[in-house]
């Protein structure tokens, strides 16, 4: 699994109305029954006044790729990034990811995603690169287990 930051550059497609329902609704097609998590669970946004210029994913590599091919299909300009690694680490410093994610938020289903995504996707060799990256200090419980 992969976790990727969306960002639509070309604000002009979000002028047409209901766009974010109509991209998520399209997104929703682009997915594989594969996918462990539940739709709700792995496309999320904030949408301000019915908008969305920013989402995350949380879907394999295949699907991830569909989705960007998808964008570029319909002339979409959109930034992507690949942020599997920052989450795993415990240090995406999106500003949109901390407001999304954060444990200590009225919702915390996205911060419970985030937590369940890295347990099923963190590997002895992510842990070896997070010591590697962010030092030995940086572990959790979660990770000395895996190790």
Do not use: H, W
């Not at 006044?49 to 998808?70: A, C, H, N, Q, R």
Request: include cysteine; hydrophobic fraction near 35%.
């Amino acid at each position: 699994m992969k976790a990727t930051y969306f960002k639509i550059v070309d604000t002009n497609i979000l002028d047409v109305p209901e766009f974010s329902e109509i991209m998520f609704d399209i997104i929703k097609a682009y997915l594989t029954e594969d996918n462990k998590l539940k739709y709700e669970s792995y496309v999320v946004g904030t949408l301000v006044d019915g908008v969305s210029e920013e989402f995350f994913t949380f879907m394999d590599s295949e699907t991830t790729d569909k989705l960007i091919s998808f964008f570029s299909e319909y002339n979409i300009m959109l930034d992507c990034k690949d942020i599997t690694s920052d989450i795993k680490n415990g240090n995406c410093e999106l500003e949109e990811f901390k407001k999304q994610f954060n444990p200590l938020s009225e919702c915390t289903l996205n911060a419970d995603l985030v937590e369940r995504f890295v347990k099923e996707n963190m590997t002895k060799d992510d842990v070896l690169d997070k010591i590697l990256s962010c030092g030995i200090s940086s572990l959790n419980q979660y990770d000395k287990s895996i190790l």
